[in-house]
C-alpha cells in the first residue's frame, strides 16, 4: 500500500496524517491481515477520491471497534463529547425530540473516525442540508445461509431490469460481506414515504412474482432458500454501508462499488479489501455518470 502524505512525527506513540493526529498507529485492527490504525487511515488516503462523493456531507451512523475487531465493537449514531472537530454535527428531529448526529467535509473528518475506533461508515440516503429529501436508493440482495453466489448476481441483474422499466439507471457493488447492494441516485425532490413505498412495492413484487426466489419480509423462516431484497434501510433514519468503507469482519473487506460488466466475473462479495488500496485508485471510479443522474421515481 502507498505511504500516506503529509505525514509527521506527534510523539513517541502518534503520528499525524492530514493534520489529525493519529494515537496507537501500531494498533493491530484486522489481526487475520495485519491492518494497523495506520494501515487503515493510509488506505482511506489513498481511496479518498473515490469515498468522498459518497460520504460527504450525509448523517453517518458508525460500527466502533477501539481495540480492533477481534474485541469489542458497537454502533454509534449520536454524536457524543471528546470527538474529533473534523466530526461535524448536525441536529436531526426524532421521533421524540431531536439530536446531533456526525458527518464529514472531508479526507480529515474520514481518518478522525478512524482515529476513533471507527471501522464501518454507514451513510444515510440524504444529505445534512435537506435530510427530509432522500437522494440515494438502496436494495439490499441478502441470500439465506448456503445459497450459492451466483444466485445473488442474477438477482441483481433482474433488479437492474425491473428498475429499468421505470426508466431508473442502477449500480453494483459488493458489500464485503455476502450480498449485494443496488444503488439508484435520484434528485431529491420527493419525501421518506415515498421513497419507502417504492421500494417496498418493488421488493414485495419480487416477492410475488417469484416467490422461490425473494422474499420481502426478514423473517429467518420465510426467508429459507431464497434471497430476501431488503428495502428497510430506505426509510427515514436507516443506513447502508458507504461504498469504499471496511467492513468489521475477519479479511478487512470493503464495500465495492462495480461495473455492470464486471458483475458476472465476480465470485463472491468480497473481491477487494484494505490491502488492495492502489489497485483500487489506479482504476478510478467504476460507477461513472452516477453523480451526473437526476433520476426521478415514479409514482406508486
Not at 501500531?26 to 460520504?55: C, M, S, W
Not at 445534512?128 to 441483481?156: H, I, N, Q, T, Y
Request: charged share 30%; glycine share 8%.
Amino acid at each position: 500500500m502507498a505511504k500516506a502524505k503529509n505525514v509527521k512525527p506527534a510523539s513517541a506513540d502518534a503520528v499525524e496524517i492530514e493534520g489529525i493526529r493519529i494515537t496507537h498507529p501500531d494498533r493491530v485492527l484486522f489481526p487475520g491481515q495485519g491492518v494497523t490504525k495506520r494501515g487503515l487511515v493510509e488506505y482511506y488516503v489513498a481511496v479518498k477520491n473515490l469515498i468522498l462523493p459518497h460520504i460527504v456531507d450525509r448523517p453517518l451512523s458508525l460500527v466502533r471497534c477501539p481495540q480492533g475487531r477481534e474485541k469489542e465493537c458497537f454502533f454509534q449514531k449520536h454524536a457524543s463529547r471528546g470527538w474529533p472537530e473534523e466530526l461535524h454535527k448536525v441536529r436531526i428531529r426524532e421521533k421524540s425530540g431531536s439530536d446531533e448526529y456526525m458527518y464529514v467535509e472531508d479526507i480529515s473528518g474520514v481518518i478522525a473516525a478512524v482515529q476513533m475506533g471507527v471501522l464501518e461508515l454507514h451513510i444515510w440516503g440524504s444529505h445534512v442540508d435537506d435530510v427530509e429529501k432522500p437522494d440515494r436508493l438502496v436494495f439490499d440482495l441478502d441470500p439465506d445461509e448456503g445459497l450459492s453466489f451466483a444466485k445473488v448476481k442474477d438477482a441483481a441483474l433482474d433488479l437492474k431490469k425491473r428498475l429499468e422499466r421505470f426508466d431508473l439507471e442502477s449500480f453494483p457493488m459488493a458489500t464485503g460481506g455476502k450480498g449485494i447492494h443496488v444503488v439508484v441516485p435520484l434528485a431529491p425532490k420527493h419525501s421518506w414515504d415515498e421513497h419507502r413505498a417504492f421500494a417496498g412495492g418493488m421488493a414485495r413484487l419480487m416477492g410475488e412474482e417469484n416467490p422461490e426466489r425473494y422474499v420481502a419480509n426478514m423473517s429467518k423462516k420465510k426467508r429459507a432458500g431464497r434471497i430476501f431484497v431488503d428495502y428497510l434501510r430506505n426509510q427515514r433514519g436507516s443506513t447502508a454501508i458507504c461504498p469504499y468503507s471496511t467492513r468489521a469482519r475477519q479479511g478487512a473487506f470493503i464495500g465495492a462499488p462495480l461495473a455492470w460488466r464486471s458483475l458476472g466475473k465476480l465470485k463472491d462479495a468480497h473481491p477487494f479489501s484494505v490491502k488492495d488500496a492502489a489497485k483500487l485508485a489506479r482504476a478510478g471510479d467504476p460507477w461513472q455518470g452516477y453523480r451526473a443522474l437526476r433520476q426521478s421515481l415514479p409514482k406508486v
